[in-house]
Nanobody, 123 residues
Framework: QVQLVESGGGLVQAGGSLRLSCRASGGSFINYAVGWFRQAPGKGREFVAAITLNFNIYYGDSVRGRFTISRDRAKNTVYLQMNSLKPEDTAVYYC?????????????????WGQGTQVTVSS
């Protein structure tokens, strides 16, 4: 079974950048899509970005123009480049994939999840 491991989180000043990585272990990215979601304290899980098997890309409204998702199939790794970070971007970021199709923006459509990585943006 595929296991997803996120890395690259940390503390950064507002306006700075971070690059998150999601690497598959014990398997590979063979499903329809890979997505990034985030969850801040006291809030629900929010869609951030997704990339499909055919490399179609989607972004949430709050990050469009600032974040970039990419996929390296040879390395079994998906990346999330985050630029122009704001304090409201502070959250735990999760990578996910799925074994069937569904709405790319819906967390319930994904059935494999990483452990999450903390991103904190200071003002």
């Amino acid at each position: 079974q595929v296991q997803l491991v996120e890395s690259g989180g940390g503390l950064v000043q507002a306006g700075g950048s971070l690059r998150l990585s999601c690497r598959a272990s014990g398997g590979s990215f063979i499903n329809y899509a890979v997505g990034w979601f985030r969850q801040a304290p006291g809030k629900g899980r929010e869609f951030v970005a997704a990339i499909t098997l055919n490399f179609n890309i989607y972004y949430g409204d709050s990050v469009r123009g600032r974040f970039t998702i990419s996929r390296d199939r040879a390395k079994n790794t998906v990346y999330l480049q985050m630029n122009s970070l704001k304090p409201e971007d502070t959250a735990v970021y999760y990578c996910a994939t799925r074994s069937s199709t569904g709405p790319y923006y819906n967390a319930q459509a994904y059935n494999y999840w990483g452990q999450g990585t903390q991103v904190t943006v200071s003002s």
